[in-house]
């Protein structure tokens, strides 16, 4: 029966626990294939994407499937076919995603996103690579709090204007007066 396996040692056990408990606690996670990567390469990725607060872990696909078993995740178990590593997601889910095209980019797809899991639904292909391509949540604080200064940026030079025409005024006023 596919997806099914028998958890002969403790060790097994303690797997299916800890990757049970990683999707428990992420924001979401992407299911990625990669091949050919060096250990060094992949070292550095892992830390480039510790600094975007996520996690790559080198999974078994079968201890994968079992920790998502009976878990709104169940669906992600298809992808789970050859070299599989499992992007967890702590915060912002944009980023990783945007960390690990941008590593396959530079190294010749190395490593692709086939799928992923956030806000309670499996993404396909496409969607969870569409997400690498989103702002992310940084860049879209940064962009409403832009569109809210905006106005306020051009009110006060507005007021600016019209304090600085007033004091011009009065000045040409006591200049005109002293002079009278």
Do not use: H
């Amino acid at each position: 029966m596919k997806g099914v396996c028998v958890l002969p040692t403790e060790e097994k056990r303690q797997a299916v626990a800890e990757l049970r408990a990683a999707i428990e606690q992420c924001t979401g996670f992407y299911v990625t294939e990669f091949s050919g990567i060096r250990v060094n390469n992949m070292n550095a990725l892992r830390g480039t994407i510790a600094g975007v607060d996520a996690n790559l872990v080198v999974v078994k696909n079968s201890l994968f499937r079992l920790a998502v078993a009976d878990t709104p995740a169940a669906g992600i178990s298809d992808l789970m076919i050859g070299p599989r590593a499992v992007l967890f997601c702590y915060g912002d889910a944009v980023a990783p995603a945007k960390v690990i095209k941008e590593f396959g980019d530079k190294n010749n797809a190395a490593i692709t996103i086939k799928g992923g899991f956030g806000e309670g639904r499996v993404l396909d292909e496409a969607q969870a690579n569409r997400m690498a391509t989103l702002p992310s949540r940084e860049e879209l604080i940064a962009s409403v709090v832009g569109g809210i200064a905006a106005p306020v940026t051009g009110l006060v030079f507005t007021l600016n204007g019209i304090v600085s025409d007033f004091v011009y005024t009065l000045q040409a006023v006591a200049d005109q007066k002293q002079s009278a």
